[in-house]
């Protein structure tokens, strides 16, 4: 099984960036959807942005011009650039594909583990 495995999170103050990387181990067959969710606590996990097999992404209002996704299909690896930080931005984040192995017709949810992201202010 495909495994998601994330880094760069951690401490930064408010004004500061950061850029999380989301790896997917082991050869897969396709990758359709990456996506960025974060969940801070007391709220309900967001999807903060997502990016397509061909490069097509959107965001939430909420980090709009901060944020920049993308991502490395040689490498099977989705990037989320955090320019700007506020401590709003203080969640754990987390990384999602979509992922079909050989000889499957769906896709397969698949989740990374998570990276803490603080914000001080």
């Known amino acids: 099984q495909v495994q998601l495995v994330e880094s760069g999170g951690g401490l930064v103050q408010a004004g500061g960036s950061l850029r999380l990387s989301c790896a997917a181990s082991?050869?897969?067959?396709?990758?359709?959807?990456m996506d960025w969710y974060r969940q801070a606590p007391g709220k309900q996990r967001e999807l903060v942005a997502t990016?397509?097999?061909?490069?097509?992404?959107n965001y939430a209002d909420s980090v709009k011009g901060r944020f920049t996704i993308s991502r490395d299909n040689a490498k099977n690896t989705v990037y989320l650039q955090m320019n700007s930080l506020k401590s709003e931005d203080t969640a754990v984040y987390y990384c999602?594909?979509?992922?079909?192995?050989?000889?499957?017709?769906?896709?397969?949810?698949?989740w990374g583990q998570g990276t803490q992201v603080t914000v001080s202010s």
């Open positions: 082991g050869s897969t067959f396709s990758i359709n959807v």
């Open positions: 999602y594909a979509q992922i079909r192995y050989d000889g499957d017709w769906y896709y397969t949810p698949t």
């Open positions: 990016i397509t097999s061909d490069g097509s992404t």
